[in-house]
Each structure stands twice: as C-alpha cells, then as structure tokens.
C-alpha cells in the first residue's frame, strides 16, 4: 500500500522512517549522508524535514506500508522559484532491504507522478548515482538522463561517485 504521509507523524512511523534511512546509507546508498551515521541522526534528518513538509502543503512525503510498517519513501519537493511553477524535485526513493526487488521503488516512483500530475505539475527532476539499482528503474519508468557529473558527491565511505540528472515530463491531470 502506498499512500502520502499523514501529520502529525506517529512515533512508529517516525522510527521506521530512520530505520529506513540508515538502513539505506548502511547499504552504501549515495543519499546525502556519510559514516558514521546512526539510527538518531537519521531521526534528526526525518524531524527536520517532516516540519518543513508539514508547513508546506505543495511537499508530500509517500511511503509504502507492509504488514511490519513502513517499507518504502520518496518525496516531491515544487521548486520555490516563481519562474518555474510547473517543475519539482523528486527525491531520496528509499526502499529497505527487506523489501527491495519487489516493485516497491517502482510503484513509489509512479505514485508520485499521479501525486505530481495531481497537483497540475509537468516537469519531475531528480538525481542518482551512476550504475546504481535507481538508475536503471528510472531509465526503466521512461525518464530521460539529462547527463552525468563526475564525482558530484560522495559514497558512506566518503569516496567520491559520479551522478546522473534524469528528467520526465508528466500530462498535467484535466479536470
Ligand atoms: C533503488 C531502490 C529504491 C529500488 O527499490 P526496489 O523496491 O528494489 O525497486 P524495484 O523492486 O521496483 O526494482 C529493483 C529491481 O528489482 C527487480 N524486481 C522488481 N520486482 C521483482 C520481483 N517480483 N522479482 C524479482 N525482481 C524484481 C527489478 O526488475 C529491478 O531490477 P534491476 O535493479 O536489475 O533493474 C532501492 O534499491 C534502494 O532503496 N536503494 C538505496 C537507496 C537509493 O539508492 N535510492 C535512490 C536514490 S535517488
């Protein structure tokens, strides 16, 4: 089940939402974040971004649900810029290990097209590491590689990975 992120978060859903990133950083993720990285800081990173999203309602937070909880996340960030009303940020797909290889990245990734189509955007941007499982789930979903930066960011290990900016345009919903 997939479904946006309710508020206030409950505090299983806030443990599982750090359970689901340090997970992801302890499988050698590219996603922000480097050793040593502990359970709590990932909490800290949830709490500062929940009350972001929170307070502004064009963020959402999607997660998919198993029997255990939380197994999955993305997010869809609208960009500020007033120029660009019709873009936004997708961003940290997250899928725990217990849950990966299942089409839980997938149907995350098409919920948050139909949330973005919802709220009358057309342009999804986002960003992964070169060679990574993501890169080739969103060339699989029909997004478009815009390019690669050589060593943008680093790996939990701090040694550096390359990146590659993908693109999709969504149909904007007709009412
Ligand atoms: C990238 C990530 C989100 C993918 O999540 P996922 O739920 O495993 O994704 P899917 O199951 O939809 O697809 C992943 C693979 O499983 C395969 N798969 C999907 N359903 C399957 C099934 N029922 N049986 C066997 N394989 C299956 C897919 O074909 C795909 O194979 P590929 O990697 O060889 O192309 C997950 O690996 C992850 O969280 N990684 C760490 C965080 C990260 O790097 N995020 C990206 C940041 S931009």
Known sequence: MIERL????????????????????????????????????????????????????????????????????VQLHPAWAPNQPHRADVAKLLVHRRARKQGVGAALMLAVETAARDAGLSLLTLDTKVGDHAERLYERLGWTRAGVIPNFAQNPDRSYCDTVYFWKWIERRQD
Do not use: C, M
Request: charged share 25%; hydrophobic share 50%.
């Open 6 to 73: 309710r508020f206030p978060v409950n505090d299983a859903d806030l443990a599982a939402l750090a359970e689901l990133l340090w997970d992801a950083v302890d499988s050698g993720a590219s996603i922000s974040f480097v050793e040593p990285f502990s359970r709590a800081d990932a909490a800290h990173y949830w709490e500062k971004w929940i009350a972001q999203v929170e307070a502004d309602p064009r963020r959402a937070i999607l997660v998919a649900r198993d029997e255990l909880g939380i197994t999955g996340s």
